[in-house]
């Protein structure tokens, strides 16, 4: 257990529906990162917050959207669910190197 | 340009077998690297880091990786892979003011029988 929680572990929708996957991170780390993982696309970084605070974002669609509250757990939002959304998403937290939660797998009929 | 290459997307190997996951990456400033290995239909788990002081870096589950400067890589290595070992890895770095992780693309082991 890497003490990173998310929630939930399994998750089906349609297509143009939106969801939101939840991420607790370890005790006493202030940052959450997101990362999807896609068989065509591989690892790629989302988005990173630190402490409430957006830090950098990467390869975020424009209908993904982010945010930490003040007691540091993190929600994933995305919206007008496609296809290609369907993916594993992780979030990390950090204070030093980053450990993993288990994933949300997302799959979009 | 800052970035981390595995030269191999799939190893296979036989079991019991040495093996060596390469990876290089490009920095012009010090670096902090790291390999995490993600088991089928689980997160990704960090193997070993490397921050500085000895290049020679062991990990969990018999692994290691040396870093060298002169040719910017960063390669892991086992004397003895188990079937238990077959798994992705993936290679990171961090390379400036903002701690953020530069990725590899992975590569699968495959431990034949």
């Known amino acids: 257990d890497s003490g990173v929680t998310q929630t939930p572990k399994h998750l089906i929708t349609a297509t143009g529906q939106r969801v939101t996957l939840r991420c607790s991170p370890r005790?006493?780390?202030?940052?959450v990162y997101w990362y999807q993982q896609s068989l065509d696309q591989g690892l790629q970084f989302l988005i990173h917050?630190?402490?409430?605070?957006?830090?950098a974002k990467g390869n975020i669609l424009e209908r993904f959207s982010a945010q930490q509250f003040p007691d540091l757990h993190s929600e994933l939002n995305l919206s007008s669910l496609e296809l290609g959304d369907s993916a594993l998403y992780f979030c990390a937290s950090s204070g030093g190197e980053q450990v993993f939660g288990q994933g949300t797998r997302l799959t979009v009929v | 340009a800052q970035s981390v290459t595995q030269l191999d997307s799939q190893v296979p190997v036989f079991e019991e077998a040495p093996v060596e996951l390469r990876c290089n990456y490009s920095s012009s400033v010090s670096v902090y690297l790291f390999w995490y290995v993600q088991y089928p239909n689980q997160g990704l788990q960090l193997l070993l880091k490397y921050l500085s002081g000895s290049t020679l870096v062991k990990g969990i589950n018999g692994f290691e990786a040396e870093f060298n400067k002169s040719q910017t890589s960063f390669h892991l290595r086992k004397p003895s892979v188990h079937i238990s070992d077959t798994a992705e890895y993936f290679c990171a770095g961090v390379m400036d003011s903002n701690y953020q992780l530069i990725w590899g693309a992975g590569t699968k082991l495959i431990i034949k029988p």
């Open positions: 005790s006493g780390d202030l940052s």
């Open positions: 917050y630190y402490n409430g605070e957006e830090r």
